[in-house]
């Protein structure tokens, strides 16, 4: 596999486990969907679409730090 291929997979694979978490801790609240996409500020869709796992990078930090949940990425170049 080649390091453009491997950056990629790490990347989502990282990703993912955030969303994971951000929606246990929203589960956890409890907040549905349609709560946090309306105390954000967005569409239910937009939710639902990174919930399931597309990239939003945006969101997905404004969707943290409304939780308050401080996300760190570390990097490493080989």
């Known amino acids: 596999m080649n390091q ?3 950056n990629i997979v790490h990347f989502k694979e990282q ?3 955030i969303v994971q978490e951000l929606v246990h801790i929203r589960k956890s609240i409890p ?3 349609a709560e946090i996409s309306d105390w954000l500020k967005v569409d239910r869709r937009k939710i639902i679409d990174l ?3 597309n990239i939003n990078i945006s969101l997905l930090l404004t969707y ?3 939780l308050s949940i401080d996300i760190k990425f570390n990097y490493v170049i080989t």
């Open 51 to 53: 919930e399931n796992g």
């Open 64 to 66: 943290a730090d409304k």
């Open 15 to 17: 990703y993912l486990k």
């Open 4 to 6: 453009e291929v491997q």
């Open 31 to 33: 907040m549905t969907q």
